[in-house]
T-cell receptor, first 112, second 114 residues
Framework: EDQVTQSPEALRLQEGESSSLNCSYT??????LFWYRQDPGKGPEFLFT???AGEEKEKERLKATLTKKESFLHITAPKPEDSATYLC?????????????FGQGTILTVHP | DSGVTQTPKHLITATGQRVTLRCSPR?????VYWYQQSLDQGLQFLIQ???????AKGNILERFSAQQFPDLHSELNLSSLELGDSALYFC?????????????FGPGTRLTVL
């Protein structure tokens, strides 16, 4: 069964204090790994898709990387508006359909 | 704004009742997915439809059913509601039936069962 574990569960940072979020996964063949951002009471907002080990993608202060067992979301010089829950999800190659398996998320709080 | 719309935003009902949640996918998207998000379970995949046909089932209860109509909007029907069905229900859409195309999520429907 596909599994996604995110750590830490919660992270508090000062504005400008860089850090990383971890997403460990177990899947029978990875088709893709997805990062989403979710604000309270809202729907997940797509950030990145990573397909193979060694791949990296960047968007503003966020950078996502992928290895064969885990993915990291690096946040550089975060601002209070980066506060949100960050969700990681995997799509298995064993299925020809689009099901995503999500982790529990990391709640990020950035203090000014 | 993802382009996916869901109605209603909030729904409050009693145990034993039946409700219908509605989703309109992004223009051009043929796949619709339903997910349930609760505090203890996180985001859980329920079911996928592609161009009107059911394509994948996840942790969906027998009391729940869904369909996708010719205009591609989808409805999730929840019956014999229990307290534990209280959750956020999200719809997502993508352009393909498989592959790693991005799923775009709607704003969700918050269901409260009293």
């Amino acid at each position: 069964e596909d599994q996604v574990t995110q750590s830490p569960e919660a992270l508090r940072l000062q504005e400008g204090e860089s850090s990383s979020l971890n997403c460990s996964y177990t899947v029978s063949g990875l088709r893709g790994l997805f990062w989403y951002r979710q604000d309270p009471g809202k729907g997940p907002e797509f950030l990145f898709t990573l397909y193979s080990a060694g791949e990296e993608k960047e968007k503003e202060r966020l950078k996502a990387t992928l290895t064969k067992k885990e993915s990291f979301l690096h946040i550089t010089a975060p601002k209070p508006e980066d506060s949100a829950t960050y969700l990681c999800a995997v799509q298995a190659a064993s299925t020809s359909y689009g099901k995503l398996t999500f982790g529990q998320g990391t709640i990020l709080t950035v203090h000014p | 704004d993802s382009g996916v719309t869901q109605t209603p935003k909030h729904l409050i009902t009693a145990t034993g009742q039946r409700v219908t949640l509605r989703c309109s996918p992004r223009s051009g998207d043929l796949s619709v997915y339903w997910y349930q998000q609760s505090l203890d379970q996180g985001l859980q995949f329920l079911i996928q439809y592609y161009n009107g046909e059911e394509r994948a089932k996840g942790n969906i209860l027998e009391r729940f059913s869904a369909q996708q109509f010719p205009d591609l909007h989808s409805e999730l029907n929840l019956s014999s509601l229990e307290l534990g069905d209280s959750a956020l229900y999200f719809c997502a859409s993508s352009s393909q039936v498989s592959g790693t195309d991005t799923q775009y999520f709607g704003p969700g429907t918050r269901l409260t069962v009293l």
